[in-house]
Protein backbone atom coordinates (compact mmCIF):
# COMPACT_ATOMS: atom_id res chain seq x y z
CA UNK A 1 0.00 0.00 0.00
CA UNK A 2 2.88 2.50 -1.19
CA UNK A 3 0.91 5.22 -2.19
CA UNK A 4 -2.02 4.84 0.01
CA UNK A 5 1.04 5.19 3.02
CA UNK A 6 2.19 8.72 1.36
CA UNK A 7 -1.31 9.87 0.87
CA UNK A 8 -1.81 8.97 4.55
CA UNK A 9 1.45 10.99 5.82
CA UNK A 10 0.10 14.29 3.87
CA UNK A 11 -3.02 13.95 5.12
CA UNK A 12 -1.95 13.91 8.46
CA UNK A 13 1.23 16.48 8.25
CA UNK A 14 1.29 18.73 5.79
CA UNK A 15 -0.87 21.32 6.81
CA UNK A 16 0.80 21.28 10.23
CA UNK A 17 3.45 21.81 8.61
CA UNK A 18 2.49 24.92 6.43
CA UNK A 19 0.85 26.55 9.29
CA UNK A 20 4.29 26.30 11.51
CA UNK A 21 6.23 27.22 8.32
CA UNK A 22 7.76 24.12 8.29
CA UNK A 23 8.66 21.39 5.22
CA UNK A 24 7.52 17.98 4.98
CA UNK A 25 9.69 15.58 2.85
CA UNK A 26 8.57 11.84 2.31
CA UNK A 27 10.80 9.32 2.21
CA UNK A 28 10.28 5.80 1.21
CA UNK A 29 12.13 2.74 0.96
CA UNK A 30 10.78 -0.22 -0.91
CA UNK A 31 11.86 -2.98 -2.76
CA UNK A 32 7.84 -3.35 -4.50
CA UNK A 33 5.84 -1.29 -6.74
CA UNK A 34 2.86 -1.39 -4.55
CA UNK A 35 -0.55 -2.04 -5.52
CA UNK A 36 -2.53 0.81 -4.93
CA UNK A 37 -1.05 2.99 -7.85
CA UNK A 38 -4.91 3.42 -9.35
CA UNK A 39 -4.28 6.62 -6.96
CA UNK A 40 -1.06 7.84 -8.16
CA UNK A 41 -2.32 11.53 -9.79
CA UNK A 42 -4.06 11.72 -6.52
CA UNK A 43 -0.97 11.67 -4.66
CA UNK A 44 0.69 13.83 -7.04
CA UNK A 45 -2.23 16.50 -6.75
CA UNK A 46 -1.76 16.55 -2.92
CA UNK A 47 1.93 16.63 -2.98
CA UNK A 48 2.17 19.15 -5.77
CA UNK A 49 -0.58 21.45 -3.81
CA UNK A 50 1.37 21.16 -0.25
CA UNK A 51 4.87 21.47 -1.89
CA UNK A 52 5.84 18.27 -0.56
CA UNK A 53 9.17 15.98 -2.26
CA UNK A 54 8.55 12.71 -2.30
CA UNK A 55 11.93 10.65 -2.25
CA UNK A 56 12.80 6.84 -3.35
CA UNK A 57 15.38 4.53 -2.20
CA UNK A 58 14.10 1.06 -4.46
CA UNK A 59 14.72 -1.03 -6.72
CA UNK A 60 14.81 -1.32 -10.66
CA UNK A 61 11.33 -2.37 -12.03
CA UNK A 62 11.35 -5.49 -14.37
CA UNK A 63 11.80 -4.69 -17.95
CA UNK A 64 8.18 -4.05 -19.68
CA UNK A 65 6.38 -6.79 -16.85
CA UNK A 66 4.90 -6.14 -13.57
CA UNK A 67 5.90 -8.95 -11.72
CA UNK A 68 9.41 -10.76 -10.22
CA UNK A 69 9.93 -13.87 -8.17
CA UNK A 70 11.70 -14.17 -5.18
CA UNK A 71 13.12 -17.36 -3.75
CA UNK A 72 12.00 -18.05 -0.28
CA UNK A 73 13.48 -21.60 1.87
CA UNK A 74 11.66 -22.63 4.59
CA UNK A 75 14.20 -22.74 7.54
CA UNK A 76 12.77 -26.34 8.97
CA UNK A 77 12.39 -28.27 5.92
CA UNK A 78 14.26 -26.58 3.04
CA UNK A 79 11.82 -26.60 0.58
CA UNK A 80 12.12 -23.79 -2.16
CA UNK A 81 9.38 -21.41 -3.22
CA UNK A 82 9.09 -18.53 -5.77
CA UNK A 83 6.79 -16.34 -4.25
CA UNK A 84 5.30 -13.39 -6.70
CA UNK A 85 6.03 -9.59 -6.16
CA UNK A 86 5.16 -6.70 -8.01
CA UNK A 87 8.11 -5.08 -9.61
CA UNK A 88 6.69 -3.30 -12.43
CA UNK A 89 6.67 -2.34 -15.59
CA UNK A 90 8.98 0.99 -16.17
CA UNK A 91 6.09 2.70 -17.95
CA UNK A 92 2.79 3.51 -17.92
CA UNK A 93 1.67 -0.17 -19.67
CA UNK A 94 4.19 -2.80 -19.96
CA UNK A 95 5.73 -2.32 -23.82
CA UNK A 96 6.74 -5.57 -23.88
CA UNK A 97 5.28 -9.46 -24.09
CA UNK A 98 3.74 -10.57 -20.95
CA UNK A 99 4.54 -14.32 -22.54
CA UNK A 100 7.54 -16.36 -22.75
CA UNK A 101 5.93 -18.66 -25.47
CA UNK A 102 4.58 -21.10 -22.63
CA UNK A 103 2.94 -19.02 -20.08
CA UNK A 104 4.06 -16.07 -18.15
CA UNK A 105 7.13 -14.38 -18.00
CA UNK A 106 9.42 -15.66 -14.78
CA UNK A 107 12.80 -13.80 -15.61
CA UNK A 108 13.50 -10.55 -13.40
CA UNK A 109 15.50 -9.03 -16.02
CA UNK A 110 16.27 -5.04 -15.14
CA UNK A 111 14.69 -2.47 -17.13
CA UNK A 112 17.46 -0.10 -15.75
CA UNK A 113 14.78 2.42 -14.30
CA UNK A 114 12.85 2.15 -11.39
CA UNK A 115 9.01 1.51 -11.28
CA UNK A 116 6.77 3.70 -13.42
CA UNK A 117 4.15 5.10 -10.82
CA UNK A 118 7.38 5.68 -7.86
CA UNK A 119 9.60 7.40 -10.76
CA UNK A 120 6.68 9.98 -11.63
CA UNK A 121 5.30 10.99 -8.23
CA UNK A 122 9.18 11.56 -7.54
CA UNK A 123 9.28 13.53 -10.42
CA UNK A 124 6.51 15.35 -9.96
CA UNK A 125 7.01 16.48 -6.43
CA UNK A 126 10.33 17.73 -6.89
CA UNK A 127 11.88 14.71 -5.34
CA UNK A 128 14.86 11.66 -6.82
CA UNK A 129 14.38 8.33 -7.28
CA UNK A 130 17.63 6.92 -5.65
CA UNK A 131 18.39 2.77 -7.44
CA UNK A 132 19.42 0.93 -4.51
CA UNK A 133 23.01 -0.66 -5.44
CA UNK A 134 23.27 -3.81 -3.53
CA UNK A 135 22.42 -7.06 -5.20
CA UNK A 136 19.50 -9.42 -4.69
CA UNK A 137 20.29 -12.95 -4.30
CA UNK A 138 16.99 -13.85 -3.70
CA UNK A 139 15.56 -12.45 -6.93
CA UNK A 140 14.55 -15.28 -9.72
CA UNK A 141 16.71 -14.73 -12.41
CA UNK A 142 18.85 -11.90 -11.27
CA UNK A 143 22.50 -13.68 -10.74
CA UNK A 144 25.12 -11.79 -10.62
CA UNK A 145 25.77 -12.29 -13.88
CA UNK A 146 22.81 -10.63 -15.55
CA UNK A 147 23.33 -6.85 -16.12
CA UNK A 148 21.15 -4.98 -13.55
CA UNK A 149 22.75 -1.15 -14.25
CA UNK A 150 22.64 0.14 -17.89
CA UNK A 151 25.39 2.96 -19.24
CA UNK A 152 23.09 6.17 -18.64
CA UNK A 153 24.61 7.67 -22.28
CA UNK A 154 22.73 4.58 -23.98
CA UNK A 155 19.90 4.63 -22.33
CA UNK A 156 19.38 8.28 -21.96
CA UNK A 157 17.09 7.72 -25.44
CA UNK A 158 15.14 4.82 -24.02
CA UNK A 159 13.55 7.07 -20.91
CA UNK A 160 10.19 6.23 -20.38
CA UNK A 161 7.56 9.22 -21.15
CA UNK A 162 6.08 9.22 -17.54
CA UNK A 163 2.84 10.45 -18.58
CA UNK A 164 -0.60 10.14 -17.07
CA UNK A 165 -1.80 6.67 -17.98
CA UNK A 166 -4.67 8.82 -19.64
CA UNK A 167 -2.20 10.79 -21.48
CA UNK A 168 0.15 8.04 -22.37
CA UNK A 169 -3.25 5.65 -23.56
CA UNK A 170 -3.85 8.96 -25.77
CA UNK A 171 -0.59 9.61 -27.42
CA UNK A 172 -0.16 5.31 -28.08
CA UNK A 173 -3.74 5.38 -29.59
CA UNK A 174 -2.73 8.34 -32.05
CA UNK A 175 -0.06 5.78 -33.69
CA UNK A 176 -1.25 2.94 -35.52
CA UNK A 177 2.80 1.22 -34.95
CA UNK A 178 2.16 1.59 -30.61
CA UNK A 179 -1.58 0.67 -30.91
CA UNK A 180 -0.25 -2.54 -32.61
CA UNK A 181 2.03 -3.49 -30.51
CA UNK A 182 0.24 -3.12 -27.56
CA UNK A 183 -2.79 -4.94 -28.75
CA UNK A 184 -0.32 -7.46 -29.76
CA UNK A 185 0.99 -7.51 -26.02
CA UNK A 186 -2.69 -8.08 -24.87
CA UNK A 187 -3.93 -10.93 -27.14
CA UNK A 188 -0.75 -12.78 -25.51
CA UNK A 189 -1.04 -12.44 -22.32
CA UNK A 190 -1.14 -15.54 -20.42
CA UNK A 191 -2.48 -13.48 -17.14
CA UNK A 192 -5.57 -12.24 -19.55
CA UNK A 193 -5.76 -15.75 -21.30
CA UNK A 194 -5.00 -18.72 -19.21
CA UNK A 195 -5.12 -21.35 -22.10
CA UNK A 196 -1.87 -19.78 -23.10
CA UNK A 197 0.07 -21.06 -20.24
CA UNK A 198 0.98 -24.73 -20.96
CA UNK A 199 2.10 -27.23 -18.25
CA UNK A 200 5.73 -26.96 -17.95
CA UNK A 201 6.05 -28.99 -14.68
CA UNK A 202 4.86 -31.72 -12.21
CA UNK A 203 4.22 -34.25 -15.56
CA UNK A 204 3.54 -37.87 -14.06
CA UNK A 205 6.21 -40.58 -14.14
CA UNK A 206 3.40 -43.20 -14.49
CA UNK A 207 3.03 -43.57 -18.73
CA UNK A 208 -0.74 -43.63 -18.57
CA UNK A 209 -1.11 -40.23 -16.55
CA UNK A 210 1.78 -38.56 -18.41
CA UNK A 211 -0.23 -39.42 -21.46
CA UNK A 212 -3.66 -37.79 -20.21
CA UNK A 213 -1.70 -34.63 -18.96
CA UNK A 214 0.50 -34.53 -22.54
CA UNK A 215 -3.12 -35.02 -24.25
CA UNK A 216 -4.94 -32.01 -22.71
CA UNK A 217 -2.08 -29.56 -23.07
CA UNK A 218 -1.83 -30.55 -26.97
CA UNK A 219 -5.03 -28.68 -28.13
CA UNK A 220 -3.92 -26.18 -25.68
CA UNK A 221 -0.32 -25.80 -27.67
CA UNK A 222 -1.94 -26.01 -31.13
CA UNK A 223 -4.01 -22.97 -30.66
CA UNK A 224 -1.24 -20.69 -28.79
CA UNK A 225 0.80 -21.55 -32.03
CA UNK A 226 -1.98 -19.99 -34.06
CA UNK A 227 -2.47 -16.80 -31.79
CA UNK A 228 1.67 -16.73 -31.90
CA UNK A 229 1.20 -16.59 -35.86
CA UNK A 230 -1.30 -13.84 -35.93
CA UNK A 231 1.00 -11.76 -33.96
CA UNK A 232 3.78 -12.50 -36.19
CA UNK A 233 1.36 -11.67 -39.35
CA UNK A 234 0.11 -8.27 -37.27
CA UNK A 235 3.68 -7.52 -36.35
CA UNK A 236 5.10 -7.85 -40.40
CA UNK A 237 1.79 -5.89 -41.44
CA UNK A 238 3.37 -2.66 -39.79
CA UNK A 239 6.97 -3.48 -40.64
CA UNK A 240 6.52 -0.60 -43.22
CA UNK A 241 6.09 2.15 -40.37
CA UNK A 242 8.65 0.87 -38.30
CA UNK A 243 11.18 3.38 -39.91
CA UNK A 244 8.68 6.60 -39.09
CA UNK A 245 8.52 5.46 -35.81
CA UNK A 246 10.69 8.39 -33.42
CA UNK A 247 10.80 6.79 -30.31
CA UNK A 248 13.83 4.08 -29.90
CA UNK A 249 11.47 2.59 -26.84
CA UNK A 250 8.66 1.86 -29.78
CA UNK A 251 11.57 0.85 -32.41
CA UNK A 252 12.71 -1.55 -29.52
CA UNK A 253 9.71 -3.19 -28.65
CA UNK A 254 9.00 -3.57 -32.09
CA UNK A 255 12.54 -5.46 -33.16
CA UNK A 256 11.69 -7.94 -30.01
CA UNK A 257 8.68 -9.13 -29.85
CA UNK A 258 9.21 -10.17 -33.35
CA UNK A 259 12.07 -11.93 -32.73
CA UNK A 260 10.15 -12.89 -29.56
CA UNK A 261 7.50 -14.17 -31.24
CA UNK A 262 9.22 -16.17 -34.30
CA UNK A 263 11.63 -18.43 -31.77
CA UNK A 264 8.19 -18.64 -29.59
CA UNK A 265 6.12 -20.76 -32.24
CA UNK A 266 9.47 -22.72 -33.05
CA UNK A 267 9.32 -23.87 -29.10
CA UNK A 268 5.76 -24.86 -29.36
CA UNK A 269 6.17 -27.58 -32.17
CA UNK A 270 9.23 -28.63 -29.96
CA UNK A 271 7.08 -28.90 -27.01
CA UNK A 272 4.27 -31.05 -28.77
CA UNK A 273 7.24 -33.35 -30.07
CA UNK A 274 9.17 -33.73 -26.61
CA UNK A 275 5.38 -34.79 -25.75
CA UNK A 276 4.39 -37.04 -28.30
CA UNK A 277 7.84 -39.00 -28.04
CA UNK A 278 7.84 -39.23 -24.80
CA UNK A 279 4.14 -40.78 -24.67
CA UNK A 280 5.33 -42.96 -27.58
CA UNK A 281 8.82 -44.39 -26.15
CA UNK A 282 7.16 -44.34 -22.24
CA UNK A 283 10.03 -43.97 -20.48
CA UNK A 284 10.69 -44.43 -16.76
CA UNK A 285 12.95 -42.47 -14.62
CA UNK A 286 16.47 -43.76 -14.07
CA UNK A 287 16.42 -42.56 -10.45
CA UNK A 288 13.38 -44.16 -8.57
CA UNK A 289 12.67 -41.69 -5.96
CA UNK A 290 11.76 -39.59 -8.93
CA UNK A 291 7.70 -38.72 -9.08
CA UNK A 292 7.90 -35.79 -11.62
CA UNK A 293 9.13 -35.17 -15.17
CA UNK A 294 9.44 -31.14 -16.03
CA UNK A 295 10.74 -29.48 -19.08
CA UNK A 296 13.35 -27.23 -19.82
CA UNK A 297 15.33 -25.93 -22.84
CA UNK A 298 18.05 -27.41 -25.08
CA UNK A 299 20.45 -26.99 -28.46
CA UNK A 300 19.15 -30.38 -29.57
CA UNK A 301 15.79 -29.96 -31.81
CA UNK A 302 13.47 -33.26 -32.42
CA UNK A 303 12.78 -33.76 -35.98
CA UNK A 304 9.22 -34.77 -36.71
CA UNK A 305 7.95 -37.81 -38.25
CA UNK A 306 5.12 -37.50 -41.40
CA UNK A 307 2.71 -38.50 -38.52
CA UNK A 308 3.08 -35.59 -36.10
CA UNK A 309 3.31 -33.29 -38.92
CA UNK A 310 -0.15 -34.25 -40.40
CA UNK A 311 -1.44 -34.57 -36.94
CA UNK A 312 -0.30 -31.00 -35.76
CA UNK A 313 -0.97 -29.65 -39.47
CA UNK A 314 2.31 -27.30 -39.18
CA UNK A 315 3.86 -26.03 -42.11
CA UNK A 316 7.38 -27.36 -41.45
CA UNK A 317 9.03 -25.46 -43.94
CA UNK A 318 7.64 -21.79 -42.48
CA UNK A 319 8.60 -22.82 -39.14
CA UNK A 320 11.79 -23.42 -39.93
CA UNK A 321 11.98 -20.15 -41.86
CA UNK A 322 10.70 -18.45 -38.67
CA UNK A 323 13.76 -20.03 -36.58
CA UNK A 324 16.36 -18.65 -39.09
CA UNK A 325 14.76 -15.28 -38.96
CA UNK A 326 14.22 -15.35 -34.90
CA UNK A 327 17.84 -15.63 -34.74
CA UNK A 328 18.94 -13.08 -37.63
CA UNK A 329 16.24 -10.33 -35.44
CA UNK A 330 17.64 -11.25 -32.24
CA UNK A 331 21.05 -10.01 -33.78
CA UNK A 332 19.37 -7.45 -35.21
CA UNK A 333 18.31 -6.13 -31.43
CA UNK A 334 21.62 -6.81 -29.92
CA UNK A 335 23.50 -4.64 -32.72
CA UNK A 336 20.26 -1.75 -33.09
CA UNK A 337 19.65 -1.33 -29.14
CA UNK A 338 23.14 -1.77 -27.79
CA UNK A 339 23.71 -1.43 -23.70
CA UNK A 340 20.02 -1.88 -23.22
CA UNK A 341 17.59 -4.23 -21.73
CA UNK A 342 16.33 -5.21 -25.11
CA UNK A 343 19.63 -6.51 -25.93
CA UNK A 344 20.33 -8.20 -23.01
CA UNK A 345 16.86 -10.19 -23.02
CA UNK A 346 17.50 -10.95 -26.76
CA UNK A 347 20.94 -12.62 -26.20
CA UNK A 348 19.51 -14.14 -23.03
CA UNK A 349 16.70 -15.94 -25.17
CA UNK A 350 18.96 -16.45 -27.96
CA UNK A 351 21.13 -18.86 -25.65
CA UNK A 352 18.18 -20.97 -24.68
CA UNK A 353 18.05 -22.82 -27.96
CA UNK A 354 14.97 -23.81 -29.63
CA UNK A 355 14.74 -27.74 -28.63
CA UNK A 356 13.13 -29.03 -25.39
CA UNK A 357 13.67 -32.38 -23.61
CA UNK A 358 11.87 -33.75 -20.20
CA UNK A 359 13.97 -34.04 -17.40
CA UNK A 360 12.74 -36.46 -13.94
CA UNK A 361 13.64 -35.22 -10.47
CA UNK A 362 11.72 -35.48 -7.18
CA UNK A 363 9.06 -33.27 -5.48
CA UNK A 364 8.21 -33.26 -2.20
CA UNK A 365 4.14 -34.20 -1.76
CA UNK A 366 4.57 -31.89 1.57
CA UNK A 367 4.49 -28.87 -1.10
CA UNK A 368 0.61 -29.79 -1.38
CA UNK A 369 -0.23 -29.98 2.48
CA UNK A 370 -2.63 -27.15 3.29
CA UNK A 371 -0.87 -26.99 7.05
CA UNK A 372 2.70 -26.71 5.08
CA UNK A 373 1.08 -23.76 2.88
CA UNK A 374 0.14 -22.06 5.65
CA UNK A 375 4.05 -21.34 6.41
CA UNK A 376 4.67 -19.64 3.41
CA UNK A 377 4.91 -16.34 3.35
CA UNK A 378 2.91 -13.54 1.06
CA UNK A 379 5.05 -10.80 0.02
Known amino acids: MTFSSIQAVIDEYATGATRTDRKLV ?6 ETGEDDAILEDVISKSERFKVPVYFMGREAVFGYPYAHVRWVDPEFGLAHDIRVDRGP ?16 WDSTSSGFGPYAQVRLAKRSGGIFFLLSSSEKDLIGSAAHLQRKFDDLAMKEYEPML ?6 EANRSKSEFRQTIWQVIVALNPHLDNQLSLQWRHYKTEPEEFAKQGKAQFDKCIRAMAKVNEGIQRLEKIKPLRAKEREPR ?18 EFQYLLALDKHAKERPLPKDPKHNNWDFGYTSQMLTPDEQQIAATKIDIKELEEQRKKALELYAVVIKEHPNTPWALRANQEKGWGFGLALHSYFWDPKYL ?4 QARVPKF
Open 26 to 31: VIVLTD
Open 90 to 105: ETEFPECLQYNGFGGR
Open 163 to 168: LSRREY
Open 250 to 267: WRAAYDLAYAQLLAYRVR
Open 369 to 372: DPKY
